[in-house]
């Protein structure tokens, strides 16, 4: 099956979460598409092909998850053909074009920033769940 871009924006809007996680370990902020669903043997390679990366969950549901700069690429591939999560690409397009490059250091006012964008992409999640983390976390995690 060779997976075009509208059909994998369809997958996303459906059964994808586009996010920006917060590492507390290191410090940072990481891009990342999600898709948790049931697949056969050809649309799960199909997805591993396009750069997704399978993990083993405890049900019959499959994760597959994409991140980093290699999230941003295809979400800028996909961002005219998602309709759900369009906003949610276009935040975490954003964010990324915000972030240090490798090796670089996150200022006061990039991690501001970037954990405002966060609250954007969680009040735009169709279940509204309690946050479990805070600004005010993020921000004495840090030495400044």
Do not use: C
Request: aromatic share 10%; charged share 35%; net charge positive.
């Amino acid at each position: 099956m060779d997976m075009n871009y509208p059909y994998l924006a369809g997958l996303i809007d459906g059964d994808g979460n586009i996010g920006l996680n917060w590492s507390p370990t290191g410090k940072n902020f990481r891009a990342r598409i999600r898709i948790v669903m049931q697949v056969n043997k050809e649309l799960r390679e199909s997805l591993i092909k396009k750069g997704f990366k399978k993990f083993r969950t405890k049900t019959k549901a499959e994760v597959f998850i994409i991140r980093g700069a290699d999230a941003i690429n295809l979400l800028k591939k996909l961002k005219s053909y998602l309709i759900l999560k369009r906003r949610r690409a276009k935040l975490l397009i954003k964010a990324y074009q915000m972030m240090p490059k490798k090796g670089g250091r996150y200022t006061e006012k990039i991690v501001d920033e970037l954990t405002d964008i966060k609250d954007e992409l969680h009040k735009l999640v169709t279940r509204p769940n309690k946050i479990k983390w805070t600004k005010k976390k993020i921000m004495n995690s840090y030495e400044w």
